[in-house]
């Protein structure tokens, strides 16, 4: 192999390399992880909106849910998680449930949306996607993955306070 075929060869291979570099660099704000401390309710893009998922209105142990869009949504309640017994199976996004994943259960709000969890008994914050419907149980507002409950200190029961924090970026 000649001098000048080298030369161009290592160019080639440079340039890839500052194309994949420079690609790597970029970044959009839905790629960007939201912080839960810095969560501000009236700062979402209500935008992606209508890409969400509503779903039809559904009937779980003789009580009709009617998904629907509710970006004010700010509430207090009770909150459970779920782990091993779901674990692998699929959830109402279609999506295998993976207890370590930092998602959420909630019977009415659009699935892939993000949702800002307070723990309101020690202050611990988190932000989770919704991909899944429930709980049905009488008094709670939501279930949390195990990672969720855990990142949140909570290993039964807890009072929580639930925002809608915006459509997920996937």
């Known amino acids: ?17 500052f194309g ?7 970044t959009s704000s839905a790629a960007k992880p939201v912080s839960a401390a810095k969560f501000k309710q009236k700062k979402i893009d209500k935008t992606l909106q209508p890409h969400q998922k509503v779903g ?15 970006p004010k949504y700010d509430e207090k309640g009770m909150a459970s998680w779920y ?7 699929p959830t109402a996004t279609g999506e295998r449930f993976d207890m370590y994943d930092l998602t959420a ?7 892939n949306s993000l949702l800002h969890v307070t723990n309101l008994e020690n202050g611990k914050m988190i932000i989770v ?29 807890a009072k929580v306070r639930v925002q809608y924090a915006g459509p997920a970026p996937r």
């Not at 994949?20 to 970029?26: F, I, K, R, T, V």
């Not at 003789?62 to 998904?67: A, L, S």
């Not at 996607?129 to 290993?155: H, M, V, W, Y």
């Open 20 to 26: 994949l570099a420079a690609s790597g660099c970029s």
């Open 105 to 111: 259960a909630h019977p009415t709000l659009p699935l």
């Open 56 to 70: 039809p209105k559904y009937k779980i142990k003789g009580k009709t849910y009617k998904p629907k869009h509710e």
């Open 129 to 157: 996607r919704l991909n899944d419907r429930g709980p049905f149980a009488k008094g709670r507002i939501i279930d949390l993955s195990k990672a969720s409950a855990q990142t949140l200190d909570i290993t039964g029961l």
């Open 83 to 89: 782990g091993p017994g779901f674990h692998g199976k």
């Open 1 to 17: 192999m000649n001098f000048a075929t080298r030369n161009l060869i290592a160019l080639a291979f440079i340039g890839a390399g």
